[in-house]
């Protein structure tokens, strides 16, 4: 089975501050994904990257960087957190850039700013 | 750009019921869609999705979604409901190798 790890759970930041999500996995796949989850709101797409080193923005990527530097990770990064960033964090990845390819998720990170 | 629409965002379901989740799309391509079931406190898991190929997709759970073109339509289905099965589910739609997700539909079970 495809393992898609998110570093933390639950985390808790100040405005301002530099937060780093991380996200591992652990089949090779081409393809990562980082979304955030707010009520009624569905999955939003912030970037994605289909090689190391590449990336995309996705739908609302205002306020987040990312970095792949290797294959099986790839980071979201909140550059100066505000408090409308605190929503629930999903990572996922594909194993090709095909669209018939089901994305696999971890199991978030739901991150507060104070 | 691709899309779908999931109405009412909380369904309500007594056990041993039957569970419909209506989900239709928008594409201009032949789409690849997808289920996916989220319980509390978890990320997505895959339940189901149509590719090519037989219409009628059966997938984990007892669940099975059957693939209208004519109606653009891929509605979810299950012939009984569990307790278990409470939980949020999202239709996704490829879209410029990307998911589209609906907004999802919260399902509560009654016992």
């Known amino acids: 089975d495809v393992k898609v790890t998110q570093s933390s759970r639950y985390l808790v930041k100040r405005t301002g501050e530099k937060v780093f999500l991380e996200c591992v996995q652990d089949m090779d796949h081409e393809n990562m994904f980082w979304y955030r989850q707010d009520p009624g709101l569905g999955l939003r797409l912030i970037y994605f990257?289909?090689?190391?080193?590449?990336?995309e923005k996705g739908d609302i990527p205002e306020g987040y960087s990312v970095s792949r530097e290797k294959k099986e990770r790839f980071s979201l990064i909140l550059e100066s957190a505000s408090t409308n960033q605190t929503s629930m964090y999903l990572c996922?990845?594909?194993?090709?850039?095909?669209?018939?390819?089901?994305?696999?998720f971890g199991d978030g990170t739901r991150l507060s700013i104070l | 750009a691709q899309s779908v629409t999931q109405l009412g965002s909380h369904v309500s379901v007594s056990e041993g019921a039957l569970v419909l989740l209506r989900c239709n799309y928008s594409s201009s391509v032949p789409p690849y869609l997808f289920w996916y079931v989220q319980y509390p406190n978890q990320g997505l898991q895959l339940l189901l999705k149509?590719?090519?190929?037989?219409?009628l997709v059966k997938g984990i759970n007892g669940f099975e979604a059957e693939f209208k073109k004519s109606e653009t339509s891929f509605h979810l289905t299950k012939p009984s409901a569990h307790m278990s099965d409470a939980a949020e589910y999202f239709c996704?739609?490829?879209?410029?190798?990307?998911?589209?997700f609906g907004k999802g539909n919260q399902v509560v079970v009654i016992p």
């Open positions: 996922a990845s594909s194993r090709t850039v095909y669209s018939n390819q089901p994305q696999h």
């Open positions: 996704a739609v490829t879209s410029n190798n990307r998911l589209a």
């Open positions: 149509y590719t090519t190929g037989a219409t």
């Open positions: 990257s289909y090689d190391v080193k590449m990336k």
